[in-house]
């Protein structure tokens, strides 16, 4: 059995489900504290469910989205810095307070991962103590041209440490988008989210431990997936809008449908998201209008219009998620689930581990491009096993490969997703089949 | 007669430029929009007609080439424009008076805006493509032996180049081959030429027309609507409504030195079981509908969202997703015989000539 958790304040609210099937509906745990609401739901189940529990996912988004920021060191890689106040990098309203200081190195790579400028190691080395001085832990790290070679940010990492093993490091290239400010935006928050991420990751280690020694924690990410919770510390941000995609999952798990149409009524509106391989159809960036994107895989989902085409052959299903249902909802829909179930709750103890592969290759043809996603694809797998999966229940989600618009002819974005379950989860809920395309 | 443009001018700019980039992510578009609007402040933007220039005054070009690094990892710190200009006017020993966009369409629709705030210099509402072409030879200007060079260009390190150059073939070549070693992309100030030469062989109302499309866009009714006006001021038809049923790159053999692989986009339109097939290379170059070809570049093809009416980035396509698909008449000078030598599916390596060649 797996339970899907959610925290939030100093409450904590769970649901065990035995495959498909709800065993424990939705119960929420207040206390005074939320590593006493932790410690009280876990105990509870382990008194009705003990050693049955094999997996537990907790959704951590709210905890992290309801926190300060944590201050952070923006430090930025590029052969120039910007010549005046308009064409420097703009953040977010969201992080930019979060940013106490900026520092600008020189360097940089191009598309073909060769140097644009020297790094500036040595003038970095120089300011070092004086931005170790101050009161801020965390540093963000981004260069331009780091989703072809990581090597300058990799190098001012290590500079940092060298002088401060202690200090919270977030480097660029671990987010993959081919947009410098969304790299730097994904990267700063990343950064001012990793202290509550270790802090969350300690209370759910502790609590687990204690109540469920033998079964493997786990965090909910935005992609609909979940990975081990020593990555919460290290990538929170990956677990910071994951509600949305476990309501999709959950959604689908309940209706049994792993390739499919998921409409989603909350009070918020009416949204569609689509299931792909019993995973959320996601996208690698969170669009946040005009603004820098978050570089996070994430699910998919659009407002649902009066134009929305309905297709009589594909499975669907409406949740009506809204918190009272006397009304009933617009666009004439029919809800097909059951209205109390927490849907996102039962997305939480059903997902998958996840791993994605994000990269750009270079080819020269038909063969090559089938040789390097052939190892993205090998790669892929092999990083899901690593979080924890079964190699045997290791499944390749999905398989693209992206022209680069106005890019080097023989580069290419290879993008692939890997999703499995651990050997404790015989009944997993993943089909087979590899969705494999190229675009 | 000169406009002063707005903020909210530019805030349709972005739309109306992303319109009609077909399909390209518009990161890039959207950071040099936010520039602008942020320079603007207490500063006049001026738009002006080439017809309010005294016909011998000096005009330039202004535009990103881009062979590799993408403008939105490393945007232009700045001096990069400013710089261009100079070094045309050191070379050619007169003095700029106004700019034009080397492109109607994508981030190159939109920079002029942030040059002219920089430089003081008029912006004016007319371009030598009226839509975008990967080749900066791809031009009207090119179609009426307007000379291409000198051509300045600034990378993204800050070094320079000038290339004394009259050929815009030839140009192409030079400027790409720099370009890549410059970094990836630079900016560059190209086709110096007359006033005159510009009202007659350039493509006019291009900036104005960019912001009407992005009214009509941005605006808060029906995309059956919006649909409709874009019909009324572009004579936009709408090919088909069609679900995307499989995606593939490297679709054909490449070795034109045209920047980015090709890849393809089959569809069918489930209303009617007619099955579309997009070939595309930076932009859609040609679309088949049962085999038959319906749009061909220079034709303009861009895709709806068709719940949204927004313009979708290829990017995000997905399996599964329905789109509009729209086809934009280009400027007249691309369908005389010179301006389809230059621009038709077999300039891309495809080897159909365009519907209107014989009745070029």
């Given at each position: ?14 649901v ?13 745990v ?5 590593p ?33 920021l944590a ?12 010549a005046?106040?308009?064409h420097d ?12 200081r ?29 931005i ?32 401060d093993?202690?200090?919270r490091i977030?480097i ?25 991420g270790?802090?969350?990751a ?5 609590a ?21 919770l020593?990555r919460?510390a ?10 949305p ?15 499919g149409?998921?409409i ?37 989902l659009?407002p ?76 892929a ?28 002819p ?5 993008r692939?997703?890997?999703?499995g ?19 | ?6 903020a ?20 890039a ?8 609007q942020?320079?603007?402040?207490g ?9 309010e ?24 710190v ?11 006017e050191a ?5 700029v008076?106004?700019?034009?966009s ?19 210099l008029?912006?004016?509402d ?8 990967p ?21 993204v ?8 150059v ?56 029906t ?7 874009l ?67 220079p ?6 969202n ?9 990017d ?45």
């Amino acid at each position: 059995m797996r339970v899907g958790l959610r925290l939030e304040g100093t409450s904590c609210r769970t649901v065990v489900l035995d495959g498909r099937t709800i065993v424990s509906p939705a119960r929420e745990v207040h206390a005074s504290s939320l590593p006493e609401a932790l410690e009280s739901a876990l105990s509870a189940l382990r008194r009705e469910f003990g050693s049955g529990i094999t997996e537990i996912t907790a959704d951590v988004g709210r905890v992290l989205a309801e926190r300060k920021l944590a201050s952070v060191v923006a430090i930025r890689i590029s052969p120039r810095p910007p010549a005046d106040a308009f064409h420097d990098t703009v953040l977010p309203p969201l992080v930019e307070p979060a940013v106490t200081r900026t520092v600008h190195v020189a360097g940089g790579h191009d598309l073909r991962g060769r140097p644009l400028a020297p790094l500036n190691l040595q003038s970095f080395l120089a300011d070092l103590p004086g931005i170790l001085a101050g009161s801020a832990r965390n540093v963000a790290i981004t260069s331009v041209g780091s989703t072809a070679s990581k090597e300058h940010e990799t190098r001012i990492a290590d500079a940092i440490l060298s002088n401060d093993k202690d200090v919270r490091i977030s480097i660029s290239s671990d987010f993959y988008s081919s947009v410098f400010r969304d790299r730097d935006y994904t990267a700063i928050l990343n950064s001012a989210l990793m202290e509550t991420g270790e802090e969350l990751a300690a209370v759910l280690e502790e609590a687990g431990r204690r109540q469920f020694p033998a079964s493997l924690l786990s965090f909910g990410k935005n992609d609909g997936g979940r990975a081990p919770l020593s990555r919460l510390a290290m990538a929170p941000v990956h677990g910071l809008h994951a509600e949305p995609a476990m309501a999709i999952l959950g959604a689908a798990t309940l209706a049994g449908i792993p390739e499919g149409e998921v409409i989603l009524c909350t009070d918020g509106g009416v949204t569609v998201a689509h299931t792909r391989g019993g995973l959320p159809a996601a996208r690698s960036v969170i669009r946040q209008g005009f603004a820098a994107s978050l570089a996070s895989n994430a699910a998919i989902l659009e407002p649902y219009t009066v134009h929305h085409p309905v297709r009589g052959d594909f499975p669907s299903v409406v949740a009506d998620l809204r918190e009272r249902q006397d009304e009933a909802l617009p666009f004439e829909l029919v809800p097909t689930l059951p209205s109390s179930h927490d849907a996102a709750l039962v997305g939480s103890a059903a997902a998958p581990l996840t791993a994605w592969i994000d990269r750009l290759e270079t080819v020269s043809g038909r063969a090559d491009l089938q040789r390097v996603q052939n190892r993205a694809e090998e790669d892929a797998h092999s990083a899901a096993v690593q979080l924890g999966a079964s190699p045997g229940q290791t499944h390749i989600v999905e398989s693209n490969v992206y022209a680069m618009p106005y890019g080097n002819p023989g580069i290419v974005r290879i993008r692939v997703q890997a999703a499995g379950e651990t050997h404790a989860n015989e009944e997993h809920m993943l089909p087979t089949a590899v969705l494999r395309s190229t675009s | 007669m000169s406009t002063l443009i707005t903020a909210e001018d530019v805030r349709h700019l972005r739309t109306g430029a992303h319109f009609l980039t077909c399909t390209i992510d518009p990161t890039a578009i959207y950071i040099y929009a936010e520039m602008i609007q942020r320079a603007m402040e207490g500063r006049p933007l001026e738009l002006i007609t080439v017809d309010e220039l005294a016909a011998e005054d000096l005009v330039v070009a202004v535009g990103m080439v881009t062979q590799g690094l993408f403008i939105a990892d490393m945007p232009p710190v700045g001096d990069e424009f400013l710089g261009c200009i100079r070094a045309i006017e050191a070379s050619l020993g007169r003095s700029v008076r106004a700019i034009y966009s080397l492109a109607a369409a994508n981030i190159n629709g939109i920079v002029p805006l942030m040059v002219g705030l920089q430089s003081s210099l008029p912006v004016i509402d007319s371009d030598p493509m009226g839509r975008v072409f990967p080749l900066i030879s791809q031009t009207t200007l090119n179609i009426g032996n307007v000379a291409i060079g000198p051509i300045a260009l600034m990378g993204v390190t800050g070094e320079r180049a000038v290339v004394e150059v009259e050929s815009p073939q030839r140009a192409e070549t030079l400027v790409r081959a720099l370009v890549t070693e410059l970094g990836g992309w630079a900016a560059t100030a190209m086709y110096p030429c007359s006033a005159r030469q510009l009202k007659e062989h350039g493509v006019h109302g291009s900036i104005s027309r960019m912001i009407r499309i992005g009214q009509i866009l941005d605006a808060n009714t029906t995309v059956e609507r919006k649909l409709l006006m874009l019909t009324e001021l572009l004579g936009t038809t709408r090919i088909a409504r069609a679900r995307v049923s499989h995606i593939e790159s490297l679709s054909r053999p490449t070795d034109l030195g045209l920047p980015a692989q090709p890849s393809s986009i089959m569809l069918e339109d489930e209303s009617t079981g007619r099955i579309i097939h997009l070939e595309i290379q930076n932009e859609i170059l040609l679309v088949l509908v049962d085999g038959a070809v319906t749009a061909a570049v220079p034709d303009m093809v861009t895709l709806l969202n068709s719940e949204q009416g927004t313009v979708v980035n290829i990017d995000d396509i997905q399996v599964g997703d329905v789109v509009d698909i729209m086809k934009i008449e280009a400027a007249a000078q691309w369908y005389t015989a010179a301006g389809l030598d230059l621009t038709e599916p077999r300039a891309f390596g495809i080897p159909i000539g365009h519907p209107r060649r014989r009745h070029a």
